[in-house]
């Protein structure tokens, strides 16, 4: 739907626009279509913003996300395009929504049904919320990430909701011949003072206009809110457990037939000859065998006969792009690219050295594609947080303009950062090409965690300065194996640099800066990164920079209380900055009864963190004793267990309390995860664990049985993000809580990446044979 003019002049006599009152369009259209209407964003300074103080060092002042944040910019960036996206009444009584983000799991279809429910005054089950096609005209609209869905939509999306049920009004008061006033509006029904009712199915074309018309309308207040802030089912969760839902690989293109392809021994090696290409493609089921730039693809009946003609292959390898390269080598080169904290404290510190490994970004689902591409146009089907910078990139690949390449996002199957990047549709795009015929990749479990995109790994310093009761100053140098931006967030940083207040530096500085908070009044602050070794995939684990980095500051914040001789909840309850941040940190405190009395070998931590105007803490208990860490797991890192685990969050409005408790309860288990078992072993260029059966994220051995999630009242109005904010402060507590339990305070994570308790599986062939013995560990 083309969006309206928009030079078009205000509204004649209209109320002045206000907190709740905006603008918007009833546009052109058989049935009714509203959209918002939002201005150009302004730049920080005319927002009146004002600049943070920038040190001659050219790095802006520690509290600068108190004034910007990532999540601000990226509302800031959409905002110019929402009068694009739409809300259409339909002729049956239902109203359609095409999201332009992806759903993988976190469940934003169900809240975006909840804004347009509350409204619209129809039930949340007659919205109908599909997944936008990739839409270049949206520009920064279509980007999914930075915990930002729901921030940057939740005005936009009530707007256009509201001017609907405005226009529905305004025809149902020629229908029955009453005033709008004297009408209302409810479970889709708009009902007149003399009984008399028409649905708004009915009023759908009566309510459209022939021509695109401005309109001002006032948003629903929040003490009249029936269904935002209710908690509320997952609309596709029937689907979800029936197996009705349909993902990428679910999807029934014609002569899309299954392809994997045979990849390199090391990360990102290429092709060099191959001794039976002929002898491949006659085996049962292979229709095509090719060389790609990623290894050799092959295409068959199905994704078993894939595999077996994967395994078959025999070819010789050139060297990848981190060749010999192995965890130590990785640290050596971090700690040569570490910058120096400045000069020896003359006070009393506090201080840490961490190192954080490698950690896989695999979904639950494989990544995975489908691509039909023809000689002037291809279609490309997959699950993409960013399709816009998806569609630009396949186009440039097979010489195609932009607007030839036709890209879906189906839903996905999990993402935790993974789909930011659309390395399975662009392979899929380029076979496609090659063999001239539609094909539905798969990659196998091996290939994602050897060849496809991983967590960093990292090294933090933290040194504090105090004095008595004060503290005086806080330094913090992370230093990062280089993570790749090239997915749509750098898009944005790139578009808005010249407005954003962080002076003069480079491109990871201003988003290492723009989403590192530091929440304690801890005097001077500093806070720098460093990046290096530019030869890995990279991507981030659901957050980019904030799980190490908290985990490295909360570690040194025990020690410094203890140091200080302060109770570790008491010391920030002190030194926090606000009431929300302490509100929470209370709550965590109150709730998981901080303090009392536990057997050796057991201890309690507790663990805060904020961003994108939101905050939580976590409060956990963990078993070390030998009898857990030593309790048998076949083929498994066993080690301590968390057997508690309390988590409060402030996200302001929470649109859906029982999907953001969802997200909470995943944030933990990623936060044990990253802590105890969850880490990648890189070894001569290539990475041990081949599979989710030897890459330990959380499992049920290691799960707390008990878990509660508080979400505060409502403190600030608005949505603030939510997505990844948990993850940290976990990661964090269960680490502090480690070190309370054994007297030692971690500083390499995972904890037990120095055992190994698995026999690797061989790089050649890529694909392992599949197992054969699971009868055997049934129990």
């Known amino acids: 739907m083309t969006g309206p003019d928009r030079t078009s002049q205000p509204v004649p006599g209209a109320p002045a626009l206000g907190r709740r009152r905006f603008l918007g369009y009833v546009l052109a259209a058989p049935t009714l279509v509203t959209a918002a209407e939002f201005g150009p964003a302004p730049g920080a300074a005319a927002a009146g913003v004002p600049a943070p103080g920038v040190p001659s060092a050219g790095?802006?002042?520690?509290?600068?996300?108190?004034?910007?944040?990532?999540?601000?910019?990226?509302?800031?960036?959409?905002?110019?395009?929402?009068?694009?996206?739409?809300?259409?009444?339909?002729?049956?009584?239902?109203?359609?929504?095409?999201?332009?983000?992806?759903?993988?799991?976190?469940?934003?279809?169900?809240?975006?049904?909840?804004?347009?429910?509350?409204?619209?005054?129809?039930?949340?089950?007659?919205?109908?919320?599909?997944?936008?096609?990739?839409?270049?005209?949206?520009?920064?609209?279509?980007?999914?990430?930075?915990?930002?869905?729901?921030?940057?939509?939740?005005?936009?999306?009530?707007?256009?909701?509201?001017?609907?049920?405005?226009?529905?009004?305004?025809?149902?008061?020629?229908?029955?011949?009453?005033?709008?006033?004297?009408?209302?509006?409810?479970?889709?029904?708009?009902?007149?003072?003399?009984?008399?009712?028409?649905?708004?199915?009915?009023?759908?074309?009566?309510?459209?206009?022939?021509?695109?018309?401005?309109?001002?309308?006032?948003?629903?207040?929040?003490?009249?809110?029936t269904v935002i802030g209710k908690p509320?089912?997952?609309?596709?969760?029937?689907?979800?457990?029936?197996?009705?839902?349909?993902?990428?690989?679910?999807?029934?293109?014609?002569?899309?037939?299954?392809?994997?392809?045979?990849?390199?021994?090391?990360?990102?090696?290429?092709?060099?000859?191959?001794?039976?290409?002929?002898?491949?493609?006659?085996?049962?089921?292979?229709?095509?065998?090719?060389?790609?730039?990623?290894?050799?693809?092959?295409?068959?009946?199905?994704?078993?006969?894939?595999?077996?003609?994967?395994?078959?292959?025999?070819?010789?390898?050139?060297?990848?792009?981190?060749?010999?390269?192995?965890?130590?080598?990785?640290?050596?080169?971090?700690?040569a690219a570490e910058l120096p904290l400045g000069l020896p404290p003359l006070t009393p510190v506090a201080e840490?050295?961490?190192?954080?490994?490698?950690?896989?970004?695999?979904?639950?689902?494989?990544?995975?594609?489908?691509?039909?591409?023809?000689?002037?146009?291809?279609?490309?089907?997959?699950?993409?947080?960013?399709p816009i910078v998806a569609q630009q990139t396949i186009a440039a690949k097979l010489g195609l303009p932009p607007r030839a390449v036709r890209v879906h996002v189906t839903e996905g199957g999990g993402s935790f950062g993974r789909k930011l990047f659309f390395d399975a549709a662009l392979e899929a795009a380029e076979i496609s090409r090659r063999i001239g015929k539609p094909v539905k990749l798969m990659w196998h479990r091996a290939d994602d965690s050897r060849q496809g995109r991983t967590h960093p790994m990292a090294t933090s310093r933290v040194r504090v300065a105090y004095a008595g009761d004060t503290v005086l100053g806080y330094q913090q140098r992370h230093t990062s194996v280089s993570t790749d931006f090239g997915h749509g967030l750098g898009e944005i940083l790139t578009a808005m640099a010249a407005q954003l207040p962080v002076g003069d530096i480079g491109f990871a500085e201003t988003f290492f800066q723009l989403s590192q908070s530091m929440p304690y009044d801890f005097g001077v602050t500093s806070r720098l990164l460093s990046e290096t070794a530019k030869g890995f995939n990279t991507g981030s684990m659901r957050n980019v920079y904030s799980p190490d980095v908290t985990c490295a500051r909360e570690l040194v914040v025990d020690r410094l209380a203890a140091k200080m001789g302060k109770d570790p909840f008491r010391f920030r309850r002190a030194f926090l900055r606000d009431d929300r941040a302490r509100a929470v940190l209370e709550k965590a405190a109150e709730a998981g009864e901080w303090g009392r009395s536990m057997p050796a070998g057991t201890a309690q931590g507790i663990a805060f963190h904020s961003e994108y105007h939101s905050v939580s803490a976590v409060l956990v208990e963990i078993d070390c004793r030998p009898e857990t860490v030593g309790r048998p797991v076949r083929d498994g890192v066993t080690g301590p267990r968390v057997t508690k685990a309390v988590v409060a969050v402030d996200v302001g409005l929470a649109v859906n309390p029982r999907g953001l408790e969802a997200q909470m309860m995943g944030c933990v288990m990623d936060g044990i995860a990253q802590t105890l078992t969850a880490g990648l072993h890189l070894r001569d260029g290539y990475f041990l664990e081949a599979s989710w059966d030897n890459y330990f994220y959380t499992r049920q051995w290691n799960t707390p049985p008990e878990l509660e999630v508080i979400v505060m009242p409502d403190t600030t109005g608005e949505p603030g993000g939510a997505g990844e904010l948990g993850v940290a402060a976990s990661m964090a507590a269960v680490a502090c809580a480690y070190g309370r339990a054994t007297g030692t305070m971690p500083t390499t994570f995972p904890i037990n990446h120095g055992t190994l308790s698995f026999i690797p599986k061989p790089t050649v062939p890529p694909i392992p044979q599949s197992p054969t013995d699971g009868l055997d560990h049934v129990r």
């Not at 490994?357 to 146009?377: K, M, Q, T, Y």
């Open 59 to 225: 790095i802006p002042s520690p509290d600068l996300t108190e004034l910007l944040d990532l999540n601000d910019v990226m509302t800031a960036a959409a905002l110019p395009t929402a009068h694009l996206i739409t809300v259409e009444v339909n002729g049956d009584g239902t109203v359609s929504f095409a999201l332009p983000r992806a759903e993988v799991g976190q469940g934003i279809t169900t809240s975006t049904a909840m804004l347009i429910a509350e409204e619209m005054d129809v039930p949340v089950e007659r919205v109908r919320v599909t997944l936008a096609d990739a839409r270049p005209e949206l520009v920064f609209n279509q980007l999914t990430g930075g915990s930002n869905t729901t921030v940057s939509t939740y005005t936009p999306i009530r707007v256009a909701a509201a001017l609907a049920r405005a226009r529905l009004l305004q025809a149902a008061a020629g229908e029955l011949g009453a005033a709008v006033t004297d009408l209302s509006l409810e479970a889709g029904v708009v009902t007149g003072p003399a009984g008399r009712s028409i649905g708004i199915g009915e009023l759908s074309g009566k309510a459209a206009s022939a021509a695109t018309q401005r309109m001002s309308v006032e948003l629903k207040a929040r003490e009249r809110f």
């Open 232 to 335: 509320h089912d997952r609309i596709d969760a029937l689907a979800a457990v029936t197996g009705r839902k349909k993902f990428t690989m679910d999807l029934d293109v014609p002569n899309a037939k299954p392809t994997m392809v045979c990849r390199p021994p090391t990360i990102n090696g290429r092709v060099g000859e191959v001794a039976n290409l002929d002898e491949v493609g006659a085996m049962p089921g292979v229709t095509d065998v090719a060389v790609v730039s990623t290894g050799v693809a092959v295409r068959a009946e199905t994704f078993g006969q894939c595999v077996d003609a994967v395994r078959a292959l025999r070819v010789s390898w050139k060297p990848g792009t981190v060749e010999g390269a192995s965890d130590e080598s990785v640290r050596k080169e971090l700690r």
């Open 352 to 386: 840490g050295r961490f190192t954080f490994h490698f950690r896989g970004n695999s979904a639950l689902e494989p990544n995975c594609a489908i691509a039909d591409v023809r000689p002037d146009r291809a279609e490309i089907w997959a699950s993409l947080k960013a």
